[in-house]
């Protein structure tokens, strides 16, 4: 289901969004280890995607500060042929996005993700 404040629209039924101000997207809570203490980076994942693999873009919305409110947000990673995503992302705290970048059918399924405990700095 995607709601943009004021209209309910259904991605199971249908893929186009009329009077949506962006296309739908999902995010994740907030993803880190060692609770905020140590830097992680995310290398590569692998995703699993039904339907159109080109509809579908990541991003990651990254803070350094576990107490502060400064966020950034990564670029767009797209899911190559074979699966994999291209990450090579740092940050104490990360927040995942799948973002569509088209009406088409897709579905993600599960993700597995390198992620590597670095250090405190």
Known sequence: ILADGKK??????????????????VETFTL????TEYLST???????????QSAIQFRFIKRQDPVGNVE????????RSNGMVDVREK?????????ATKGADWSVGVLS??????GKK
């Open 72 to 79: 950034t947000t990564s670029v767009p990673k797209l899911v």
């Open 8 to 25: 309910v629209y259904s991605h199971e039924v249908e893929y186009a969004y009329p009077g949506a101000v962006e296309l739908p997207w």
């Open 42 to 52: 995310i290398h590569q994942m692998l995703a699993e995607v039904e339907g159109d």
């Open 113 to 118: 993700a390198e992620i590597r405990n670095g």
């Open 91 to 99: 940050s104490r705290d990360f927040r995942m996005r799948i973002e």
């Open 32 to 35: 880190n280890v060692g609770n």
